[in-house]
């Protein structure tokens, strides 16, 4: 079965330094992997994704997340963090079948990152 | 549209009301999804359609909810009899292809049932 664990309920981070969020998953076949943000109240918002390609993908807001399929992981990571940052944060792994078109996402159960000034 | 439009944004019922969620994706895209998500939890799929065809409504959780997409845009979700653990948030998300999973998926802003 496909999943994803993203084993920290919360990560705080001061203001200006690195932050990680984590990201293990388990699939059969090649990872499709996905990052959201969600903020109060609101819909998740797209970060980034893997498909193929290069280990490091940058996406929006300056995040970027590190594929290593040694390890399964997807973690994701930001040189230095804004308060603006803090937020929900969820990663999704896409399933695949319908006779090999894409299916839907299968999503962890979130961490909450908070970032102190 | 520019995004995924949802209505209404927030919906009170009161239990047994039966409730309809209206989903409009991204103009062109194919793949319409919804998820629900309960208070502090991840998004849980419900249901996908390509096009009008509903490919997989395996993550309905009873037969009181019902989805569809008639005419391969525009998609209800409609909940029969709500009960209080139908409270949460409904996402409807469209991505722009049938068979590439590389495709991104978008998501509307939610709607926010809660039954009293």
């Known amino acids: 079965a496909q999943s994803v664990a993203q084993p920290e309920d919360q990560v705080n981070v001061a203001e200006g330094n690195p932050l990680t969020v984590k990201c293990t998953y388990s699939?059969?076949?090649?990872?499709?992997l996905f990052w959201y943000v969600q903020y109060p109240n609101r819909g998740l918002q797209f970060l980034l994704k893997?498909?193929?390609?290069?280990?490091l993908v940058k996406g929006s807001y300056g995040f970027e997340a590190e594929f290593n399929k040694s390890q399964t992981s997807f973690h994701l990571k930001k040189p230095s963090a804004l308060v603006s940052d803090s937020a929900l944060y969820f990663c999704?792994?896409?399933?695949?079948?319908?006779?090999?078109?894409?299916?839907?996402?299968?999503f962890g159960k979130g961490t909450k990152l908070s970032v102190k000034p | 549209g520019a995004g995924v439009s949802q209505s209404p944004r927030y919906k009170v019922a009161k239990r047994g009301q039966d409730v309809a969620l209206r989903c409009d994706p991204i103009?062109?895209?194919?793949?319409l999804f919804w998820y629900q998500q309960a208070l502090g939890q991840g998004p849980e799929f419900l249901t996908y359609?390509?096009?009008?065809?509903?490919?997989?409504k395996s993550g309905l959780p009873s037969d009181r909810f019902f989805a569809e997409r008639p005419e391969g845009s525009v998609s209800t979700l409609k909940i029969q009899r709500t009960q209080q653990e139908d409270s949460a948030v409904y996402l409807c998300?469209?991505?722009?292809?049938?068979?590439?999973?590389?495709?991104?998926?978008?998501f509307g802003e939610g709607s926010w049932l809660t039954v009293v």
């Open positions: 359609f390509q096009n009008e065809a509903q490919l997989d």
């Open positions: 998300a469209s991505s722009l292809s049938g068979r590439n999973s590389g495709n991104t998926i978008y």
């Open positions: 999704a792994v896409r399933v695949m079948n319908y006779g090999g078109s894409q299916g839907n996402l299968i």
């Open positions: 699939v059969s076949g090649n990872p499709y």
């Open positions: 893997y498909i193929t390609g290069d280990n």
């Open positions: 103009s062109g895209h194919v793949s």
